[in-house]
Structures are given as C-alpha cells and as structure tokens.
C-alpha cells in the first residue's frame, strides 16, 4: 500500500468540530487507496497552558518532569482523532511516542531522534488497520523517560515517521494555505510560494518563521522526502499549498524570498571583561551548560582606559530568547564568583527582537546588505547587532519596530510581486 503522512497542527485540531474535518480529510486519502499515519499537536493553545503550569511551580525546572508534563497535549488529540475515525467506520488507532517507541536522545525539551523501529505500526497495517494516530513532539529516551523535541516539534515528528516508512510525501495541515514570502499575519502584501528550496526553509524556519520546525525541514532535506505546507480549513488536491524540494526543482528565484522574525529575544551585554585568549570559552561554556541558546554575539573593544585593570579589556554582547535570560544571568553571576570571568555589569535588554532577510541568491549577489540597511534607515530604525551568513542578513532592533522593519524589508525587495 502507499503510505502518506498527514500532519495536523494546534489550530487544525482546537476543538472536536475541527477533530472531526480532519478525520474527514484523512478519510478522503484512505478512499484514494492510501495508508495514513497522522501524526497531531495538542489542542492549540494547550501546550501554552502546560508550560505555564509548569514555570509556574518551578521556574528552573527540572527539565524531565517539565517534558512529562508538556507532552501530554498531544496524548490527548491522538486519542480523540482515533475516536472519530473509528466513529466514522475507519479502522484507527493511537499511538504515544513511547509505544512506537520513538527513541530520542535524553536532551529533554530539545531530543533529537535515534531510531524510529516500523515493527508495530507495520503489523497493525498487516491485520488491516488504515490509519495510525502518533501523538507528535514526543519520544523515549534511553533513560525511558518521556521527551519533547522542542516547540513545533510535531513537525519533526512527521517528517522523521515519513522518512522511516518511506511515505510517498508527507503533509503539513496548518492555519495558512502553504508557505509566504513572510508570515501573512504581519502584511497582507506577503506572497504565498508554490515552492521554497530546502535550505532557504532552513534558514526561515531558524530565523523564526514557525510555520515549521527546524529540525523538520533539515529532515527531510536530509532523507529526501516530499515535504508539503496546506491548509486544514480549505479544500486541498495535489497541488495545493508550497513544496518544499531541492533548489533545482525552482525554475524562477528572486535574491530575496523570505523575511522571518524572532519577536521574544533579548541582548545581554557583559561591560568590561577581560581581552585575553580563553575569555570566549570562560563565557560561553557556562551558557551552554545552562542550557542557554546563544544567538548573535559580538565582541567590541572597549576604548575607555580602565586604570584598575591590568590589560586591556572588552565589550561581550549576546542575544538569546528572552525566556531564557534569567538561567544566562545566573549562569554569569556564577562564573563570576567562581573566579573563571570578570566584569563590572551586566546589561539585559529584554526589548528587542531580530528580523532577518533571507535568499539563496545573496550567494552570487552584492549589495543586499546595503538595501536591507538603507530600508531600516528610511523608517528610522536603529539596528543593534547585525549577523551575516552566506544567504541571509539578521539584525537585532528595538522591539516595537519589529513590525515596521518586516514590512518595510517586504517592500524594499519587491518581495509581493512573482
Ligand atoms: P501549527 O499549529 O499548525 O503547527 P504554527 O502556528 O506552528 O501552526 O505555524 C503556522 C503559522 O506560522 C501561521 O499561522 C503563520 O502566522 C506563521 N508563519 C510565520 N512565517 C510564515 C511564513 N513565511 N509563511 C506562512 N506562515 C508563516
Ligand atoms: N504542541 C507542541 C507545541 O505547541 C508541538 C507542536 O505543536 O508541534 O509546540
Ligand atoms: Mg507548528
């Protein structure tokens, strides 16, 4: 039998009504002679709701029992999609991710698969059941303890069980009718894409644009699966929504195809630390064993004379998301006590945010830059922190610009028209 996989986000599945069109929706692909895994999220809002339970008793965490908490969302959309599948006379079954089992690695909050064994779900497809349920975001890790794979991780799921069953193409029902040159919700001028190149998805999606995870995307460009954006609400065929494929699949690239965003993140800057070799790795070895994730950093010398300090000594700014400011403070406070970093302050700015221009055309193509800037200086916004790669430009801004700097990139590379 062909196999599909259909995946169904928060909004898709936010109450029973919706539960029961998307069981209309996999019904439709069973009648066209397909198997079907579903891999669902929690109800939308729901894992919003879990995490803040569990911020709310332990705000460090431990962060086992914050993935045995977090996960439970999606145990219960699983259950109830099977429930009205067989409602509907399809033959359904749920699955958590430890009764696959979908085996992670034991970083809880941000697992990454092992190994995802097809024996169990293979055997319910021989004895004639057509539709398997996986509660997504979830795995086992070796220690058998519950994990997540991170926020919008049911997208991972997906991707993973299609490259483990070699689906025909795998399916990402969501809120939007397939994947714009920014998120629709903030200009009406964004385009929808029939086709976005793998990496440019890449780099949209860890630049902010949550359509889809990461990991999803680096997946399936990885295994080479057919990996789809559609809408949940609207009547669908073959060609509805965006494929994501290989560059060479894309007759027509602009320079530009995408702008993202990343609205909760903050800059921290370390005021007069040391300028000595290993001063880098005193700051950011610490952070990472918090558990902080290091975004932009720069370095700036400082030009001031600091009379009561021996050698010369410089500026460390970072940014990371604003939820995590509060493990980076403690982890530096720590360090300094230590005796492992020195410095005079700590500057936190929890106002501001990153917009990011990307295109794989940037490769064969100069002035991006410089457009990108004179963009943002045309509306006065000042940028912070300003990061580079092969084919995207970040800038950090002050956070209730946010909005201006996306439309305004949008219109500088003509980003509305084909
Ligand atoms: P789901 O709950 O289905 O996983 P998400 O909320 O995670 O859905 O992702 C869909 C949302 O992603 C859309 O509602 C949209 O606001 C946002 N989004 C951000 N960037 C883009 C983009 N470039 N194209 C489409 N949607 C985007
Ligand atoms: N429910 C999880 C979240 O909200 C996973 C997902 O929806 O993909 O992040
Ligand atoms: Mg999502």
């Known amino acids: 039998m062909p196999l599909l996989v259909m995946k169904f986000g928060g909004t898709s599945v936010a109450d029973l009504d919706r539960i029961r069109k998307v069981a209309?929706?996999?019904?439709?692909?069973?009648?066209r002679g397909y198997d079907v895994i579903v891999v669902v999220s929690a109800m939308s809002g729901k894992t919003n709701e879990l995490v803040g339970w569990v911020e709310a008793t332990s705000p460090l965490f431990d962060a086992r029992e914050y993935d045995a908490v977090v996960s439970s969302g999606e145990n219960v959309t699983a259950g109830l999609l099977a429930l009205?599948?067989?409602e509907r006379g399809v033959p359904a079954r749920s699955w958590q991710g430890w009764q696959v089992p979908i085996r992670t690695t034991s970083q809880h909050s941000a697992a990454r698969f092992v190994d995802i064994p097809r024996d169990n779900i293979d055997a319910k497809f021989a004895e004639g059941m057509k539709v398997a349920v996986i509660a997504g975001f979830q795995g086992l890790s070796p220690e058998s303890r519950i994990t997540t794979l991170g926020r919008g991780g049911s997208d991972t799921t997906a991707v993973a069980l299609a490259a483990a069953f070699g689906a025909e193409r795998c399916?990402?029902?969501?809120?939007?009718?397939?994947i714009?040159?920014?998120?629709?919700?903030?200009?009406?001028?964004?385009?929808?894409?029939?086709?976005?190149?793998?990496?440019?998805?890449?780099?949209?999606?860890?630049?902010?644009?949550?359509?889809?995870?990461?990991?999803?995307?680096?997946?399936?460009?990885?295994?080479?699966v057919r990996l789809r954006?559609?809408?949940?609400?609207?009547?669908?065929?073959?060609?509805?929504?965006?494929?994501?494929?290989?560059?060479?699949?894309?007759?027509?690239?602009?320079?530009?195809?995408?702008?993202?965003?990343?609205?909760?993140?903050?800059?921290?800057?370390l005021v007069t630390v040391e300028d000595k070799p290993g001063i880098s790795a005193a700051i950011f070895a610490p952070l990472a064993d918090a558990g902080v994730n290091v975004d932009m950093i720069v370095q700036n010398i400082s030009e001031k004379d600091y009379g009561d300090r021996p050698g010369s000594v410089t500026d460390m700014t970072f940014s990371c998301p604003v939820n995590q400011v509060a493990r980076a403070r403690k982890a530096m406070e720590e360090a300094r006590e230590a005796g492992t970093i020195q410095y005079d302050e700590l500057i936190v700015d929890t106002e501001v945010a990153k917009v990011s221009v990307v295109g794989i055309g940037m490769r064969s193509h100069a002035g991006v830059a410089a457009r990108a800037f004179k963009s943002l200086a045309d509306e006065n916004i000042n940028i912070k922190v300003i990061?580079?790669?092969?084919?995207?430009?970040?800038?950090?801004i002050d956070r209730k610009y946010m909005e201006l700097a996306v439309q305004a990139l949008h219109d500088a590379f003509e980003l509305e028209q084909a």
């Open 24 to 31: 209309e929706k996999v019904q439709a692909e069973v009648d």
């Open 171 to 178: 399916d990402i029902y969501t809120d939007v009718d397939g």
């Open 229 to 269: 954006v559609l809408s949940s609400f609207e009547e669908t065929d073959e060609n509805s929504g965006t494929l994501v494929c290989d560059e060479d699949e894309i007759m027509e690239s602009k320079v530009v195809n995408g702008i993202a965003y990343s609205r909760e993140e903050a800059k921290l800057t």
């Open 387 to 396: 990061a580079t790669s092969e084919i995207k430009i970040s800038v950090l």
């Open 84 to 86: 009205t599948l067989q």
């Open 180 to 224: 714009y040159t920014t998120d629709p919700r903030i200009t009406s001028k964004a385009r929808k894409l029939d086709r976005i190149a793998f990496e440019e998805m890449l780099e949209l999606s860890s630049l902010g644009a949550k359509v889809l995870q990461t990991r999803s995307v680096e997946l399936a460009m990885r295994y080479k």
